[in-house]
């Protein structure tokens, strides 16, 4: 196995393991347990003496490999994988946390992150403050002697802030606190946390990893003395491990990704560009455009924009509804990064749990839509925009 291969070719032949009848496409080994040929076998197994599997729950060969794939593309040491985004964001944060311990997250977060370190984790007596985590100023100030963990996701849903992770990853390194980031957004392609100083990598491979909308997955990457110190007993103890025919799935799924990100992100452009001429549009938000207010850290922090366009109509919830609904080919959906483009409005949807005061200080307003790129023809996409945006009302 090369480190010297480029993603793509990573993507495709990373960590594939071979069984004796040297089958062509990854086998899927649906099995919960694993025989011995001997006790001494099994004693010496479950010493750690030998290396092999003892449980599903433990580890497989089909997850094993779609966790290694994973390794090398995000220059991980090790990783595991989850049965959803959601099981991969708690065990990384509730794995290294204790009572008394502090967590700095930023509060424009995946709506069920948000809930993990704002409602679950004071349960359990550890204490979290919630940042604009756009100014490292507000990090910094957040700080207190018993904080663990920082958390971000950049850019950020729905409205795609960006947070300087090296800044957040220097502040963490003073005090001795590690930075989990939820990559989801930017793709294992065009950002690399682990390189930005980050500790810990977190991914829902339910979104571009799978890119088409068939199952649930995740994964937690970091170096390999981190999870022997903090996830390995949590993982096997607690149990959220990945189905090996959903690491089959994603394993095929991970083959196309460069494929399917290069034509999201480039019909994410052209469409981003597209609306902000429209006079029925108050606002165009993308990581690819050099109005985006940030555009200065997305330089430094990623290689490509994004397959995510937020943008804001003029005529309010009212507008936003009846573009959704006069779409043809774009999909009325609240998941993200499948081949297929999906739109939704993030105020009545994914974030109708938020106040209106917490959805203002997100940027979220009434007339606030998200759309997902898929990999359709670019020209279709955009006549499908003219002709519904032709039907909102001024
Ligand atoms: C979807 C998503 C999650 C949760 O992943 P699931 O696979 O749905 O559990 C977490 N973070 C971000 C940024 C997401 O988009």
Known sequence: MSKTWRPATQLVHGGTLRSQYGETSEAIYLTQGFVYDTSEAAEARFKGETDGYIYARYGSPTNDMFEKRMCMLEGAEDARATASGMAAVSAAILCQVKAGDHIVAARALFGSCRWVVETLAPKYGIECTLVDGRDLKNWEEAIRPNTKVFFLESPTNPTLEIVDIAGVAKLANQVGAKVVVDNVFATPLFQKPL????????????????????????????????????????????????????????????????????????????????????????????????????????????????????????????????????????????????????????????????????????????????????????????????????????
């Open 195 to 394: 390189e930005l100083g980050a500790h810990i990598v977190v991914y829902s491979a339910t979104k571009h990893i799978d890119g088409q909308g068939r199952c649930l997955g995740g994964v937690v990457l970091a170096d390999k003395a981190w999870i022997d110190e903090n996830l390995h007993d949590y993982f096997r103890h607690t149990g959220p491990a990945m189905s090996p025919f959903n690491a089959w799935t994603l394993l095929k799924g991970i083959e196309t990704l460069p494929l399917r990100v290069r034509q999201q992100t480039q019909n994410a452009a052209k469409i981003a560009d597209f609306l902000a001429e429209q006079n029925k549009v108050a606002k165009v938000i993308y990581p690819g455009r050099k109005d985006h207010p940030q555009a200065d850290i997305i330089a430094r922090q990623m290689t490509g924009g994004s397959t995510l366009v937020a943008f804001e109509l003029k005529g309010g919830k009212e507008a936003a509804f009846a573009l959704q609904n006069a779409l043809d080919i774009i999909k009325i959906s609240n998941n993200l990064g499948d081949s297929k483009s999906l739109i939704t409005h993030p105020a009545t949807t994914t974030h109708k749990n938020l106040t209106e005061e917490a959805r203002a200080e997100l940027g979220i307003s009434p007339g606030t839509v998200r759309l997902s790129a898929g990999i359709e023809d670019t020209d279709d996409l955009i006549d499908d925009f003219a002709k519904a945006l032709a039907k909102v009302s001024a």
